[in-house]
């Protein structure tokens, strides 16, 4: 009879020591910041990815619960700090070295993880560019701060990105160019109010790998001085250039030199006249785009 009692008991029980697991226990896609974080931390993309995907089998409740408790334990409201890259990743997307931060009306450069190579920043609210910004990050190959409210640089912001090819401040507010790094193949600052005193003179000289310049509807009253041998497309168009000197693109003691790698200049809407300066292209192969009479 006790053996029976026993077999009896053991039955109706079992359903309560293995019960069915909890929503909560879905499976989640946790990020790993190599910090001391806690693993219930989630990206908002993923956050809002897993509820849509829950909300589908009619489950969402327990697991929006849940992950809300996480968040609040997590404390992801912390504001963005130089000690952690984790609230930059929250809000903008960090994807195999590139960090998406397209508007989002940020003011300022966010904090950005150690590996970036690619950084987009378009269409946002950010004022200034300190020389800090980018002081530890030297993977940096191309930067995009088009669409900004950018007005000034700090001296050396860009120093120490040594790999960086690509920069793109078009469509900000800067009256003059910052110091820019030697590997670039492309700059682009079109629409800003840049003046010629903007510019200084070097300022494109030891760009060697310099292929690709955009400098249009800005306030230049020349043409920037020592063009690199290596520019193949030069944007000037709707500037306030009045006047072309020999030298600008070619060189007036050397009436055999060509520019080999220029293949486009464009001039249109200033107000200098093409066809009083014919000696200042006889080292192009292609007559720049512009007014001539």
Not at 73 to 85: E, F, H, M
Not at 130 to 136: E, I, L, P
Not at 203 to 229: D, I, Q, R
Not at 264 to 291: D, Q, W, Y
Request: glycine share 4%; with cysteine.
């Amino acid at each position: 009879m006790q053996t029976l009692q026993a077999t009896i008991f053991w039955f109706v029980f079992v359903p309560l020591v293995n019960p069915a697991p909890p929503l909560q226990q879905e499976s989640l896609q946790f990020y790993d910041y190599d910090e001391d974080l806690p693993l219930g931390s989630l990206t908002q993309q993923d956050y809002e990815m897993q509820s849509k995907d829950i909300r589908k089998d009619g489950t969402n409740v327990s697991l929006d619960t849940s992950l809300k408790m996480q968040r609040d334990d997590a404390q992801l409201d912390v504001p963005p700090t130089k000690d952690t890259n984790l609230p930059t990743c929250l809000l903008c997307v960090c994807l195999s070295g590139s960090v998406y931060c397209e508007e989002i009306d940020i003011e300022a450069v966010p904090p950005l993880p150690k590996e970036t190579a690619y950084l987009y920043a378009r269409f946002n609210k950010i004022k200034r560019i300190a020389a800090s910004d980018f002081a530890d990050i030297t993977t940096l190959r191309r930067i995009d701060f088009s669409g900004n409210r950018i007005e000034e640089i700090e001296d050396g912001a860009f120093s120490k990105l040594l790999l960086l090819e690509e920069l793109s401040l078009a469509e900000n507010r800067l009256i003059k160019l910052p110091v820019l790094p030697p590997k670039l193949t492309t700059f682009n600052a079109n629409q800003n109010r840049i003046k010629s005193r903007g510019i200084k003179a070097n300022a494109f000289k030891k760009l060697t790998n310099l292929a690709y310049l955009y400098l249009g509807h800005n306030a230049l009253e020349s043409v920037p001085l020592n063009l690199p041998e290596s520019l193949r497309i030069l944007h000037l168009q709707y500037n306030n250039i009045t006047t072309i000197t020999d030298d600008t693109f070619c060189k007036s003691n050397n009436t055999r030199y060509i520019r080999t790698q220029m293949d486009e200049i464009r001039m249109e809407g200033n107000p200098v006249v093409l066809a009083k300066h014919v000696n200042a292209f006889s080292c192009l192969r292609m007559l720049p785009v512009g007014t001539y009479y």
